[in-house]
């Protein structure tokens, strides 16, 4: 009598503050992160050695990259794919409610970049968000 093997899978892990939440999961040994984000806060203030990638999938987001030593800010919007290069400091500013996909490709090693994560503790020290 053959013996079926079962298709076990490990539930996502959760993360959740007064800003929104965060589900991970792994699949084909790729970690993805879907992120709801509350409107007007803030996520991220990092860099990492490895691209990463975000999918907006609703809502609006201004994105502020740190190149050659100035802040470059840009807005996405649904359905639009965005590509942070590795080792470039980024801030995520979430203009409305927002649902986004994100992932790294690789392994990676994640640094604070200290301005940026400055305007998140600031953040979170304030908010009154139930």
């Known amino acids: 009598m053959a013996i079926k093997k079962e298709n076990k899978r490990l539930p996502p892990q959760f ?4 800003r929104g939440e965060i589900y991970t999961n792994k699949i084909k040994g790729t970690e993805f992160n879907i992120v709801f984000t509350r409107a ?6 990092d860099y990492h050695s490895t691209k990463q990638y975000s999918v907006i999938m609703k809502g609006k ?4 990259l740190r190149r050659n030593n100035k802040d470059i800010t840009k807005k996405y919007g649904p359905n639009e794919l965005i590509a942070i290069p590795s080792g470039t400091p980024h801030l995520y500013k979430f203009m409305t409610d927002t649902v986004m996909v994100e992932w790294l490709v690789g ?21 009154k968000i139930s």
Do not use: M, V
Not at 40 to 45: F, K
Not at 61 to 64: M, S
């Open 15 to 18: 993360f959740s503050d007064k």
């Open 40 to 45: 007007g806060t803030y996520r991220a203030g």
């Open 61 to 64: 987001i201004e994105l502020t």
């Open 107 to 127: 392994r990676y090693n994640l640094q604070y970049y200290e301005p940026y994560r400055k305007i998140i503790r600031e953040q979170l020290g304030k908010l």
